[in-house]
């Protein structure tokens, strides 16, 4: 299940990474230059993310994430290729998509959600990041399976899904339990 991190690829120079435009991006602006759970500090630039697309219309920002991600399987992939390791672990372009797939319920009004914002958006940063490092089933089988820039978001926003959909539910039933 975490086998991919069991084996350190090398870390590529941080000049390498911000000097090419598709690294830069790849790389989330170098949130994945971190020697430290890169993935997770990908995730921290989706959030910031998320607040720009956050002001779009629901429809818009759906659109937004879709064409991101159309964007980041190329990306992925081209980052993935010019370093000659598939999903390298800096590659944190997926996260950053992923964690708008995770928190694209918040985008949508709902005068009844409990709570401030801030705590669901870290809710769904945590619930993001189990799912996306647990991989489970079927999550697993495609990480292992399909390659390519394809691949390297598919996992990530495979992982979003359940996310999306818990967040989604507790904002629906949590007014009814709690009020």
Not at 125 to 146: A, E, G, H, M, T
Request: proline share 9%.
């Amino acid at each position: 299940m975490l086998e991919k991190y069991r084996h350190k690829p090398f870390r590529p120079r941080a000049r390498l990474v911000m000097t090419t435009p598709v690294h830069v991006l790849a790389f989330g602006g170098g949130a994945g230059l971190s020697p430290w759970v890169p993935g997770t500090f990908g995730t921290v630039v989706g959030v910031a993310v998320w607040w720009g697309l956050s002001m779009l219309p629901a429809t818009a920002y759906l659109v937004a994430v879709g064409v991101l991600f159309g964007i980041g399987c190329w990306l992925c992939g081209r980052s993935a290729q010019l370093l000659g390791v598939h999903d390298h672990p800096g590659i944190v372009f997926d996260e950053v998509v992923g964690y708008l797939i995770s928190a694209a319920p918040l985008v949508f009004a709902t005068p009844a959600r409990p709570g401030p914002l801030w705590a669901w958006l870290l809710a769904a940063f945590l619930l993001f990041r189990v799912f996306d490092i647990l991989k489970p089933p079927p999550i697993s089988w495609f990480d292992r399976n399909v390659k390519g820039g394809f691949g390297i978001m598919l996992d990530d926003a495979l992982a979003a899904l359940p996310v999306a959909a818990l967040l989604y539910a507790a904002e629906r039933f949590m007014p009814l339990v709690s009020g």
